[in-house]
Every structure is written in structure tokens, then in C-alpha cells.
């Protein structure tokens, strides 16, 4: 444990990307950090810091330093972004996702300017990899930039090796801006991916620290239910939850596929058909996407609710997937490679039915199914396509014959659990971290 001193406190920025997977790992973290005793300053914007005031306003109640600063988003209006958007999940179409990385630029004269004042002035900066202005921005007030890697270390490697370089300016900056970092905090375990991890930090040659599953931070249930929640959108929440309680121990299958996918609802009806035809007890998640009105309308013409009437729960809106995850009754998840969803899996030792569908979310599949041995596919791989009949059958072979993957995910469970507790490898490399910045920052006292 780093102690210091009040006034010798270490000042850590943080700076997560505006998309709930991005989000809710970097507060994780700062939650972590702040419990060091370091003070830590959170920049967000008024909407996105209302998804998590009540879980910070319960650290800053119990004493510690965590901070939160808003930034105005009218500026990115200039650029074409659509008036009160906050975050990739308030995007009219996913198209405009790109665009949006690239309009979060235009945040940095006023970040500059908050900066400047900041007191005690910031001994490093932690932000996702996605910003790279902000590293110009540390690097202006001689601040060390270190990258926040939200995904995996292995699609990470995957993609240096397979030396596509990127052809557009913003994801060449990325490129050079992870080159130039001070170092990288990966939301990884020593022993999950250890091997990936070790090949991708010589190939950056950066200094890399592994500290996750960094969601083990939520001990309790206040913290899991408010983490992340969107307030007001969960519908049925608690009902879901009592209605686990009556389920029998490991038997009841989670289906969420992330906070922004959009599927319509052909594909969504493919998959209600096949949680229907695996026969098994299931709480299906239903994102508030643009096209949830038209699922409901599938949802209530065919009488689905009233035909799965004890066996599944739809639940509409946001769910508090940590809390869900870790009920006894639940004994799958199918889920669609999020690697936070991933690590969550892990973490309380839940096998997978994995259902890719954009972006790392395919190379996670072949982590979680082909080395980690604690999933089945529900498709091919490689495309997003959904069959009723292979999804069905995934469900059933990972209920019915989960035995070793089930004993594998439990075993990676007691490790990453291992990791986060005291004197585990996740604890001291955060430690190292901080202790790093705090040496750095006493040398530079002393010039
Ligand atoms: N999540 C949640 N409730 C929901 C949907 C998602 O708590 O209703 C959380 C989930 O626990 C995870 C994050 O949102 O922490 C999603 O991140 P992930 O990397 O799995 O997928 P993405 O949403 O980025 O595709």
C-alpha cells in the first residue's frame, strides 16, 4: 500500500472515453487508485458523470479524494455532432462513432485550461487509448500519459500481428500516442492471458501493468446494482432478481450482448427462438437500442412473454449485470465478447456461450473458446450472423455438458479473485504503478 502524506498526496487524471465499456472500467479503476490514498480527478461531461454520482458520492462520503470535472459538449455541435450527445450509446446510428473520436478534440482547449489550474497539479494522466489529444495535453504540462487498454491483450497482439497499419490519421495518432505512452494499464490478470501480455509489451516496449479484473473491486451490492446504471431506464430489475432467487443453483442462462449493440429484429427474433428451443431457464437482457421498439412489438405479437412465462425473464433497459452474474441460479452467460463482459464472466466463474458481433468481440471468442477452453461458439466466427438452430445447440451443450468448462472458468475464477486480494499480483503491479509516479513525482520536486 502507497501512504502519503496529505500534501504529498500523488494526483492522478483520469480520462475514460464517453461508452459505458470504456466508462465503467476506468471508474472501477479510479475507485482503486483513490483507495491508495492518492487523490484522483475524473473529467467527464454533466450526463455521462450522472450514469455514476451515486457510487462516487459513496467513496467521497467514506473520505476519500475522488473528484469529479465537467466538460461542455455544445463545443462538439460545431463539428456536426448531434445536439446533447454525451456518449457513443446516444449516437443515432453507430456510423457516426468514428466521427465522434474524432470530434472529442475539440474538448482540449478547455481541458488544457482546467489543467492549469488544478491543485495539487496532476503527477500522471490515465486515459483510454481512443483520446490521443490527451496525451498532447499531458505531455504540454509535462505530465506522464499512460494508456488505459479496456480490451484484451491478445486481440491487442492479434492486431500488431497481422500489421494492417492503420491508413487514417486518427487511428495512426493512436498508434503513435500508445508508441509514445509512458506506459499502459491492462485490465488483465497474470495468468489469464499472461503470455499475450508479456509479447505485446516487447512489441511496444512500454511499461505494462496488469491490474484487473479491476469490476473485483465491487464488494458490495449497492456498488454492483448503481454500476454503471443508466437511472431510471431498468425496468423490472428487481423482480428479475427475486425471480432468480427461485431458480435452481446454476441453472439459469445470462443473455446480454453489450451497451451498444443494435441488432433488428430478425436477428433478435432468432435468438428469442433459440433461448425458447434450448429449453433452459434464461434472463434475457434487452438493450434500449433504436431498435427495441419494433423487438417489443415482435416480443408482444407472438405472445413470447406469456409463452416463456416462468421459464425466462426479458428485462428491458440496463441491468445490473455484475449483480446478476454473480446470483447462485446463474449458470451460463451468453454474451457477445465485450471484454469487460469477459473478465465479469471470469470473475465469478460463469462459462459462456459466445455470440461476436463487431469489432475485438471475435478475436475474444477465440480467447474465451479456443485457449481459455470456457466457451462454445454459438455461430461461425468472423460474421455476426444468427442461426437459431446453432444458437440453440451452444446453449444446450454449455448447460447440459459444461463439467470441465465449467471447472475451468471456475478454476481462472479463484485466480482472478487471487490477483485483486491482498498481496495478489493485480494489487502489487498497482502498487508499482503508483509507487513509480510518486518517485518520479519527489524527483522532479527536488529539480
Ligand atoms: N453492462 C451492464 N448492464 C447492462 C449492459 C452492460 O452493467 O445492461 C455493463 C457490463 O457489465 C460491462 C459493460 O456494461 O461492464 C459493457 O462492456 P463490454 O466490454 O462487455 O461491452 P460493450 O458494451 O463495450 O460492447
Redesign the pocket.
Known amino acids: 500500500m502507497v501512504v502519503s502524506t496529505s500534501s504529498g498526496r500523488p494526483h492522478f487524471v483520469l480520462f475514460p472515453l464517453m ?4 466508462m ?2 476506468m471508474i472501477d479503476l479510479a475507485r482503486l487508485i483513490v483507495q491508495r490514498g492518492v487523490i484522483v480527478t475524473i473529467f467527464t461531461s454533466p450526463q455521462n458523470a450522472a450514469r455514476f454520482e451515486k457510487l462516487l458520492a459513496r467513496a467521497k462520503q467514506s473520505g476519500l479524494q475522488i473528484h469529479l470535472l465537467l466538460l461542455d459538449f455544445r463545443v462538439l455541435e460545431a463539428s456536426g455532432s448531434p445536439p446533447g450527445c454525451e456518449n457513443l450509446d446516444q449516437l443515432p446510428s453507430f456510423h457516426l462513432a468514428y466521427f465522434f473520436l474524432i470530434w472529442l478534440a475539440r474538448l482540449q482547449p478547455q481541458t488544457e485550461e482546467i489543467i492549469q489550474k488544478l491543485t495539487p497539479p496532476p503527477s500522471c494522466m490515465i486515459a483510454d487509448l481512443h483520446l490521443p489529444w490527451t496525451a498532447e495535453v499531458a505531455r504540454k504540462f509535462d505530465i506522464p500519459w499512460i494508456g488505459l487498454h ?1 480490451g484484451s491483450s491478445f486481440c491487442q497482439l492479434n492486431c500488431e500481428k497481422t500489421k494492417e497499419k492503420p491508413t487514417d490519421d486518427f487511428f495512426k495518432l493512436v498508434e503513435e500516442t500508445k508508441r509514445g505512452a509512458y506506459g499502459m494499464v491492462v485490465n488483465s490478470f497474470d495468468g489469464l492471458e499472461q503470455a499475450y501480455v508479456e509479447e505485446y509489451k516487447q512489441i511496444i516496449g512500454r511499461k505494462t501493468w496488469c491490474v484487473g479484473p479491476v ?1 473485483l473491486c465491487n464488494t458490495d451490492d449497492d456498488d454492483e446494482a448503481e ?3 443508466q437511472m431510471g431506464s ?1 425496468s423490472g430489475v428487481h423482480q428479475c432478481l427475486k425471480w432468480l432467487d427461485s431458480q435452481i443453483p446454476e441453472s439459469v442462462l445470462y443473455v ?6 443494435n441488432l433488428p429484429v430478425s436477428r433478435m427474433a432468432e435468438l428469442g427462438l433459440a433461448l425458447e428451443a434450448s429449453k433452459k431457464p434464461f434472463l434475457w ?1 434487452l ?1 434500449a437500442g433504436k431498435h427495441l421498439e419494433e423487438v417489443n412489438k415482435w416480443i408482444s405479437e407472438e405472445g413470447y412473454e406469456e409463452r416463456m412465462e416462468g421459464r425466462g425473464v426479458v428485462v428491458r ?6 449483480l446478476i ?1 454473480s446470483h447462485p441460479s446463474v449458470g451460463g452467460f451468453l ?8 473478465l ?1 464472466g471470469i470473475s465469478v466463474g460463469v462459462p459462456m456461450v459466445t455470440l461476436p458481433l463487431f ?1 475485438d ?1 471475435f478475436c475474444n471468442e477465440k480467447l474465451v473458446v479456443d485457449e481459455l477452453k470456457i466457451g462454445v461458439k454459438s455461430g461461425k466466427g468472423e460474421t455476426d450472423d444468427i442461426r437459431k438452430e446453432s444458437v440453440t445447440e451452444a446453449i444446450r451443450e454449455l448447460m447440459d455438458e459444461g463439467g470441465e468448462r465449467r471447472k475451468r472458468a471456475r478454476e481462472l475464477c479463484e485466480m482472478a479473485n487471487k490477483a485483486m486480494g491482498d498481496g495478489g499480483s493485480s494489487q502489487r503491479n498497482l502498487t508499482l504503478l503508483i509507487e513509480e509516479i510518486e518517485k518520479r513525482k519527489s524527483t522532479n520536486l527536488i529539480r
Open positions: 461508452a459505458q465499456g470504456h465503467i472500467p479496456t469490476s454500476r454503471g446504471w431498468a446480454c450482448l453489450g451497451s451498444l449493440s437482457l438493450r433497459g440496463w441491468a445490473p449485470q455484475l452474474l454474451t457477445h465478447c465485450g471484454w469487460n463482459s469477459v465479469e469489432a468481440q
